[in-house]
């Protein structure tokens, strides 16, 4: 089976870099840097102690805490990151700078692999999340270097992916040396494939800090949005957009000064979310033009505020009364609720949270959150604007299941130094 997966691997490989280069027409960042993605790099200038792989942005995100406390503990330069997405690139370069060796990751094959392997010499891995790739694994194992699998999540619909190939599955997980789950439910799953080193370590995004200065230019684009009711919709994907500004539209007809700060998950979209919005007839104004914002004090006065930065989601959040979170009106299965949580928003979310099922679970459970669909988006926020005592509610609880949930990273950090 691990063979033909690396034969149909290496078969796909020119469609992934025809893909590539489909997908540099947005962003250009896609068709550089490819020899990183065949294992093409430099040798490191000391013994790298840690490698740590986050696919994208929300990945690079939760994993900050946890790199930089192996940063402390290792030295400047001594653990290599990897991510998968120019975005995620750009995050890791942008926070973490010359404290880090940042390249992409090689691709699964294990050639490549072999490659860069032989350059980093990695004593330690660290894959965030779900990405299970059986060469990686394999080689690592075969040169005794332990493999982390952490904040390690398994949605049912992936299990019952990997449950159709479950001997490939087995003997894929027998070559990690421990897989750090988020919740219980994860880790019997990944039990049921077979995996024999599993525990429950809760999840890392609870860990996540609020940066101070995000929290300040929020409040200073705030300044500029006034007392008018505002929420904002994050992480938002392709086919999701049209939803949001349609509720929009209808909370306008009751509330008509309220503002919507519209933040797309992908930057090779901002420009074709503005062309939505201006098509919808929505008076727009572009984050990326404001500048600095400590300036001048002039008001933004548009319908729309389109989020077209980076780095600045916990800006974002700081400015709003209230929180919705994207990919969940898609099949995309969520992002991190946690994140206005931890500030004491009401965070509303879709029915498309497969991937964040713990926690959408947790703030459910604790009145901290509040599930919609597109049908009822827009009286939920009315409702929610016209009662700021239970906005605040949602807010203080939401809070409480992220305070009470801290401690995944030092359990992980532990664990990792252990083996």
Known sequence: MRALYTVLLYLATPFVLLRLLWRSRALPAYRRRWGERFGFVTPPPAPVAVWVHAVSVGETLAALPMIRALVARHGERHVWVTTTTPTGSERVQALLGEAVVHTYAPYDLPDVVARFMRRVRPAKIVVMETELWPNLLRAAAAREIPLFIVNARLSPRSFRGYSRVPGFARRTLADCAQIAAQSDADAERFRQLGAARVVTMGNIKFDQAVPDAQVALGRALRGRLGERPVWVAASTHEGEDELLLGAHRQLLQTHADAV??????????????????????????????????????????????????????????????????????????????????????????????????????????????????AANLAETLRALFDDPARRIALGVAGRAVVAANRGALQKLLTAIGEV
């Open 260 to 373: 919507l700060l519209l933040v797309p998950r992908h930057p090779q979209r901002f420009d074709a979310v503005a062309r939505l919005i201006e098509r919808e007839r929505f008076t727009l104004q572009r984050r990326s033009v404001l500048g600095a914002l400590d300036g001048s004090p002039a008001p933004i006065d548009a319908q729309v505020l389109l989020g077209d930065s980076m780095g600045e989601m916990f800006a974002f959040f700081a400015a709003a009364d209230i929180a919705f979170v994207g990919g969940s009106l898609v099949p995309v299965g969520g992002h991190n609720v946690l994140e206005p949580a931890a500030l004491g928003l009401p965070v509303l979310f879709g029915p498309q949270m497969h991937n964040f099922i713990q926690a959408r679970d947790l703030l459910l459970d604790a009145q901290g959150g509040v599930g919609v669909d």
